[in-house]
């Protein structure tokens, strides 16, 4: 429960950009292009893949705790660049310094649960700590809102972010034990469902999860298009609203509700998927966010937009936690977190191809057709797990 509650403040972090940032891109620093304005999530999803990556394997060598406690110190400067920050490229280099540190500490605290619970509960795990980390995200999108409205897009709702780095560093140094013993116990004891038991090395280890074994490429891919329509969601939606006439105070409701249901759903998910099975809860969910990404390209009010938001985070809700458990079922506990790693840097590098694809789509179509187009790709990503994946990986 305390990694619970420091993957909260880890969220949060995240959350003091969701409604602020487009706002700033467009009112402060006046970019007439949507590539241009999403360079600060390309530049977020490149680091924080990149980061992920590298966690898991030096989660492994170095210990669980070490890796935690410098992706804090790693954020300290964030809040700082974004309130003083003169040009748009200051902003973006806070962007890259803030992907390392939620590489760093997110995939660690991931790792960790996986470390000290058991296989049969890992899904539960799972969503409690995504859980968290996203209703840390949506209650600061919220209240960002309320501060920007009120005071301003800067200083005030990045104080908030700084706050949360001191108290998530204060209590990883203080509070948190390591758990790296108990992923070597359970290797010990480990009867696996991969052909592959045992040591391997990373390369091996990241061809495995990123290509040839069948339910962890199919993951991968799911969870690379997952994240592809959430830095849609980030970088697009509060433009689409605001350009719509919809107030400060109604963006940040929007931008919060996606990831607020998102973040309470996994309570019930990460559960569920222990019980019921990863599959058909993946290709559920990545349907489900196929449907309210349409709702938002067509829609053209905030009650539309609500309902499409909350089915979003519900649909997301279904795929999150479960992706996760469903990684860490085949993987021995030998390469497992450096196979979290390889699927979290695939999963967080759909940020920047989002970014990418989704301004490319907008300055060239408008936002709602690219906001369609996302949705096609998500239905199709659903596809790839219904008919890829094995079903039978669960515990």
Known sequence: MLLVAINALVGGTLGQERTVLPLLANEVFH???????????????????????????????????PVLIAGWLIAIPVPLLLIVGPSWGWIVAANVILGISQGLTWSTTVVMKMDLVGPKQRGLAMGF????????????ALATGYIAAEYGLRPGPFLLGAAFIALGLGLSVLFVRETRHHAKVEAANHVSVHAHAGSLSDRQVFTLTS????????????????????????????????????????????????????????????????????????????????????????????????????????????????????????????????SVGAYRLWRDGGFAVGALLSGLLADAFGIPTAVAAVAALTAASGLVVAVRMRGDDHP
Do not use: C
């Open 129 to 140: 700590n995504e859980s968290a980390g996203y209703l840390g995200v949506a209650a600061t």
């Open 31 to 65: 970019l007439d292009r949507y590539t241009g304005a999403l360079t600060f999530i390309l530049a977020f999803g490149l680091a924080k893949a990149g980061t992920n990556y590298f966690a898991g394997t030096l989660s492994d060598r170095y210990g669980r705790k």
């Open 211 to 338: 290509f040839r074994d069948k339910s962890l490429s199919s993951i991968s891919q799911a969870g690379m298009v997952n994240n592809l329509n959430d830095g849609l969601a980030w970088g697009l939606f509060p433009i689409l609203f605001a350009a719509a006439g919809l107030s400060i105070e109604r963006i940040g409701i929007l931008a919060a509700v996606y990831p607020a249901v998102w973040g309470a759903g996994q309570l019930i998910t990460g559960g569920l998927s222990d019980r019921i099975g990863r599959k058909w809860l993946i290709v559920g969910g990545m349907l489900v966010q196929a449907v309210a990404l349409g709702m938002v390209a067509a829609g053209n009010s905030f009650g539309i937009w609500l309902a499409a938001a909350m089915l979003l985070g519900a649909g997301t809700a279904m795929v999150y936690p479960t992706l996760l458990a469903a990684i860490s079922d085949v993987a021995h506990p030998e390469w497992r977190a450096r």
